[in-house]
């Protein structure tokens, strides 16, 4: 029998499985700059909102500016407006929904392993009804750090109860891959947002794929080889 390089995947959510990163920074940058009163330009948005929304927030403006109750109430805003814009787009990247079956198939455990918050999850896997792929869903309501602390992987490793060692992370975005190097997990990178020249600093990405029909993913699930 074949060994498997790895025993679970686990995948980031916005921009690893679905191709919503931009819907993202237009949400943000509407909150920052119209609601909030900022100056922000799209550039700046889309480096700085990495982790939980409450992290973004703090980024922006700084750990005082909010009361909890407040951040959560704009988070949520957020999200509103990011469903509403993007729900005509929604769907998984090409090939993910076969890999999906497949890596069942192979008994692979599955974790969703995000910085977004639940109703964002809820929204991805009910729509596009993949909720019964995954043994676990870890989200920015489970941690109390996001990325790039390994926090979130640490979690989804430990509810599928695999060791770091035999998970693989599968991530969009430079600090995503720094939490999986944290982690001390090995990491694929779906190159929706960012080219591979952004991630020239990690010593723990396995390959660069631009979507899930790569044939590079065949080795995962056939066992040829890490
Ligand atoms: O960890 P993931 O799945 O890439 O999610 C990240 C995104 O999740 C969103 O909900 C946040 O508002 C974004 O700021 C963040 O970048």
Redesign the pocket.
């Known amino acids: 029998m074949t060994t498997l390089p790895y025993q679970a995947f686990l995948f980031?959510?916005?921009?690893?499985m679905i191709d919503d990163?931009d819907y993202?920074t237009k949400a943000?940058h509407q909150i920052l700059n119209n609601d909030l009163q900022g100056s922000f330009s799209l550039e700046e948005v889309k480096a700085q909102?990495?982790?939980k929304?409450s992290e973004?927030l703090a980024r922006f403006f700084g750990e005082d500016r909010f009361t909890q109750e407040e951040a959560d109430q704009l988070s949520i805003q957020?999200?509103k407006i990011?469903q509403k814009e993007y729900l005509s787009h929604l769907k998984l990247i090409n090939g993910l929904d076969a890999f999906l079956a497949k890596a069942k198939e192979q008994n692979i455990q599955m974790a969703i392993a995000?910085?977004?918050?639940t109703f964002?999850i809820d929204f991805v896997v009910d729509n596009l009804n993949i909720r019964h792929y995954f043994n676990a869903l870890v989200s920015a309501d489970d941690v109390d750090k996001s990325?790039p602390h390994p926090e979130t992987f640490l979690k989804s490793a430990e509810a599928l109860a695999v060791a770091p060692k035999k998970c693989l992370v599968l991530e969009?975005?430079p600090k995503?891959v720094e939490a999986a190097q944290n982690a001390g997990m090995d990491c694929l990178v779906i190159t929706t947002m960012h080219g591979k020249e952004e991630f020239s600093q990690y010593t723990n990405i396995i390959g660069f794929v631009a979507d899930y029909t790569d044939p590079q993913l065949e080795r995962l699930l056939t066992g040829e080889g890490k």
């Open positions: 980031d959510m916005n921009g690893t990163m993202h943000w909102m990495y982790g929304n973004v957020k999200e990011y995000t910085a977004a918050i964002n990325k969009d975005a995503g």
